[in-house]
């Protein structure tokens, strides 16, 4: 039987049993056992809520280290939009991708790319005959797991397509092995940069019986720093960004929603007002809407529990960063 993994663990020196993290979790999946907080792993859904609210800081997401790629002969970074926000005046998305590859990378392939793919998979399956609405996006993990969890009756409803993360790892590995022939996919390490703790137990687990591309994932907290340095040198990047509005828009909550050119849709942010629409889904509440986009973390991917900036700073920061973008080159 599979254990699933999960990547919300407790450092229980540091918790004091105050119960604060109790209060916040979503799914009840905390208790105080004999003055510690204890996680029951079969309710945990890794929204990174106790992450957030432990004062403690005894909560904490466990990912991969730069170091992890070490010993790969090609590695590829996928930054994940949301990346873009953690950084204050920042006019090109060049400069992120070209200090990506100076602190180590071989190639970078933009998670903002595919997903502008997925957007425009998402217009044509729309209109398929048949398909139960509303239709559910597939993109949150958090949101995945709470439906497997919590509303069973509801899968039929996700639609059928991998993440953006997953299509942009498959497209950068056929990119590799197609310009470098010599490659072995063992010598190829795809390091997804995650705003969180959800994508790096989906990576790990995989979904049903689908195994992740991805190989590692850092967080943008950890990657942030190392890219401050090298950014601050100056020097002009490549041209390296091949996405525009609609993709970088996935990182805010509505982004991916408002793609799908069509009014009749719901775009929700924050893991209770999740659960509250999925109950009136489930209750057959929602009937005149064709998609729901639903995402966990509060101000969407940018509110993500590995991040460093402020999710509402970071959604300013991409809304005048789209000004210099065009709206889809994919």
Known sequence: MHTYEHSVLLSSDKCIGCTTCVRHCPTEAIRIR???????????????????????????????????????????????PALYGQFENLEDVDYVLQGLKDIGFDDVYEVSKAAELVSAYTRTYLKTVGIPKPVINSACPVVLRLISLRYPTLKEHI?????????????????????????????????????CPGKVSYVRNGFGDYQSEVD?????????????????????????SESGMIGISWATSGGEASAIFNDKYLAADGIENCIRVLEQI??????????????????????GAMTVANPYIAQARLQSLKRYLPVSPN
């Open 34 to 80: 004999d003055g510690r907080a204890v996680i029951n792993q079969g309710r945990c859904i890794d929204c990174g809520e106790c992450i957030r609210t432990c004062p403690q800081k005894a909560k904490k997401a466990v990912c991969s280290k730069l170091e992890a790629m070490d010993g790969f002969k090609w590695k590829i970074a996928l930054p994940a």
């Open 159 to 195: 639609m059928q397509i991998l993440p953006p993360m997953e299509i942009a790892a498959k497209l950068a590995l056929e990119r590799a092995m197609k310009e470098h022939p010599e490659l072995t996919r063992e010598d190829i390490c795809v390091c997804f940069i995650s705003p």
């Open 216 to 240: 590692e994932v850092l967080s943008i907290s950890d990657i942030y720093f190392n890219l401050i340095n090298v950014m601050r040198r100056g020097t002009e990047p490549e041209n390296l």
């Open 282 to 303: 489930d209750n057959e509440g929602i009937n005149n809407l064709e998609y729901v986009e639903l995402n966990a973390c509060s101000g969407g991917c940018v509110g």
